[in-house]
């Protein structure tokens, strides 16, 4: 039996979540430059001006594909603050690689902010993301009003992991996997040389290695560090702590 299908006409809202779901789709996988919106509305089932009823030009519709895709990025880092901070950190990194490679152009997009034309609500945006990765990571340490150091520690790991990122898209030459590992030890690195000049980052060092096990993140970095150290100590001579 043959059964003719009937389009159900959606309400205003359900349309635009439509239309900014088919954007940011189209928009992850080419530069929102290279996206017309002709074929937002062919991807859409809908006609061009019907496009523009919803919102006034593909800058708007960006914005708003933008906005969704911000907010799914920010929760990327939220994570139960339960277990060692460095498989905690493994974990946050394993989702933000899942976002960045499911989104490709459209990560890139995001990060570098927007079109070429550009927009302030693209940029604000774009620092809400730093800044939640940053309120996570500051959660998960338990600072509520972090010494200078440990900010600048933390504000330069969120911004290596973007920059990072947008290396990998580049052709995937390191493996994934590896780089996720490599950005946990970045982290503890870029706290212990912080450590090696300021008391109170000694101490936060010194709570973040407490817990974990032998076969954690921060634990592998300490041991491949301990190998290389004879050859460190061969190659360059000892010098007075100041």
Do not use: C, N
């Amino acid at each position: 039996m043959t059964t003719t299908g009937v389009r159900r006409r959606m309400g205003v809202e359900e349309r635009r979540q439509q239309l900014i779901g088919v954007a940011l789709d189209l928009f992850s996988r080419r530069s929102p430059d290279e996206v017309s919106i002709d074929e937002i509305a062919s991807a859409a089932g809908i006609s061009r001006p019907l496009v523009y009823h919803y919102f006034p030009g593909k800058q708007s519709l960006y914005e708003a594909a933008l906005r969704r895709a911000a907010d799914e990025l920010a929760a990327r880092f939220a994570e139960p603050h339960e277990g060692p901070l460095g498989s905690r950190l493994l974990r946050v990194m394993g989702r933000f690689f899942d976002f960045v490679e499911g989104h490709g152009p459209g990560f890139s997009a995001l990060m570098r902010g927007g079109p070429s034309a550009g927009s302030s609500t693209a940029y604000a945006m774009v620092d809400e993301v730093r800044q939640a990765a940053y309120d996570q990571i500051m959660a998960h340490l338990g600072i509520e009003e972090p010494p200078p150091r440990l900010e600048l520690v933390v504000r330069s790991w969120v911004s290596l992991a973007e920059t990072t990122a947008l290396i990998w898209l580049d052709g995937h030459r390191v493996p994934r996997g590896e780089l996720e590992l490599q950005l946990v030890h970045d982290f503890a690195a870029l706290t212990a040389v912080s450590a090696a000049y300021d008391e109170e980052m000694a101490g936060i060092l010194l709570r973040m290695l407490a817990d974990e096990p032998s076969d954690g993140p921060f634990a592998e970095l300490v041991g491949r560090l301990m190998a290389l150290a004879p050859a460190a100590r061969r190659t360059v001579p000892a010098q007075p702590v100041r």
